[in-house]
Structure formats: C-alpha cells, structure tokens
C-alpha cells in the first residue's frame, strides 16, 4: 500500500525558515517524480513544485522561486521541501504526492498545515 | 500559465441525480486533465485522469468526457459518500493549475 507521511509543519514568523519531510513507502520511490501541491485554508489547490525521480529536474511554480526548494533522499524514501523567507500568503496545508507525467498526484499524504504569522 | 474555469462553485443535488461539473481550459490542454475530490479534512484522491480514464477504485458511476478546452464531469445517482469537493487539473503545460473546485452538497 503506498503510503505518504508529511511533517514538520507549525507555526513560523515571517522572513523565517521551515523544512517540510515526506517519508514514502510501499513503493519504490526513486522510480517516482514526487511533488508538493498546497492549500489555504478554506481555499482551492495550488502546485508548488516537482522533483524528477533522480532529483536532476526540479520545478516551481513563480511564487515560490529562489524561496522553496525541493529535494529529495532515495536512500532514505523521503522527499522534502525547504522553505525560506516565508510570508503570510505561504499559510497553507502542504501535500506531498506521488506524481508521474501521465498520471499527476495520483497518491497524496495526509499534508501538513503551515501557519506563517507573527 | 494556463487557467481552468470550473463551474459551478457549488452544486446541490438529490440521492440519484444525475450531477456535471463542467471545466474550460484558457487554450487546449490535449486531454490532460484529471479530476479529484476531497472530502472536509481530507487529502485529495484521484478520480479520474487522462479526461476519461478511471483511476482503480473509482466507482463507474463516475465518468468524464471532453477534448480540446472544454473537458466535464458526472456522477451519474449520487450518493451519500459522493458528498465532497471536485477539483480539475491541467497537466498538459507547467504549472500544473487546478479549478477552483465545486462542492456538492445534498439537496
């Protein structure tokens, strides 16, 4: 059964950092793009970005650019995404999803919910 | 980056109806758009991708159609555990955009 665990959500201040992980199992992960798709509170989803199964490619989507960056660890099963110099506007429940080209987000974890306030 | 036009916002139905949640692309996204629906406090789960393929699990009361710009849902006799929200997705071009997504509630 595939399986995708998010953490390391909370509360953060403005301007500051947080590290969000996403442990995968029940399948083999490094044959898999992986993704983080968000969402505000009460609001619709947005993709944040996609790593390449190898974690060659990377992906963002504008609003996040030279802020997030999306890596990966197969050794480990684990995908993750750093998040710096965020703003109140990043206040969302963060999903990681198992992503191929011709089937997106076709697995989701149960995401974690980061609040960006002073 | 391409914007998808799902209507409508919200959509109130009887057990057994028939309910179509219709998307429009801003240009043609060649059959890739995939539907999902969430439940309150819930993940996403796919439903359906590819315009008309559906995913394991997804019950055949379920379907979607289209092509082009202009792509739709159905759920053919609603029933209880339908209740949820439905999103589109585009996944023809980055950035991947989702609608902005329908809830359907019992009538």
């Known amino acids: 059964e595939v399986q995708l665990v998010e953490s390391g959500g909370g509360l953060v201040q403005p301007g500051r950092s947080m590290k969000l992980s996403c442990a995968a199992s029940?399948?083999?992960?490094?044959?898999?793009?992986m993704a983080w798709v968000c969402q505000a509170p009460k609001k619709g989803l947005e993709w944040v970005a996609t790593?390449?199964?190898?974690?060659?490619?990377?992906y963002y989507r504008d609003s996040v650019k030279g802020r997030f960056t999306i890596s990966r660890d197969n050794a480990k099963s684990t995908l993750y995404l750093q998040m710096d110099s965020l703003r109140s506007e990043d206040t969302a429940t963060y999903y990681c999803?198992?992503?191929?080209?011709?089937?997106?987000?076709?697995?989701w974890g149960q995401g974690t919910l980061v609040t960006v306030s002073s | 980056d391409i914007q998808m036009t799902q209507s409508p916002p919200s959509l109130s139905a009887s057990l057994g109806d028939k309910v179509t949640i219709t998307c429009q692309a801003s240009q043609n996204i060649n059959k890739y758009i995939a539907w999902y629906q969430q439940k309150p406090g819930k993940a996403p789960r796919q439903l359906i991708r590819y315009t008309s393929t559906l995913v394991s699990g997804t019950p055949s009361r379920f379907s979607g159609s289209g092509s082009g710009r202009d792509y739709s849902f159905s759920i053919s006799n609603v029933e209880s555990e339908d209740i949820a929200s439905y999103y589109c997705l585009q996944y023809d071009n980055l950035p991947y955009t989702f609608g902005a997504g329908t809830k359907l509630e019992l009538k």
């Open positions: 790593i390449s199964y190898d974690g060659s490619s990377t």
């Open positions: 029940g399948f083999t992960f490094n044959n898999y793009d």
């Open positions: 999803a198992r992503h191929t080209s011709a089937n997106p987000f076709a697995y």
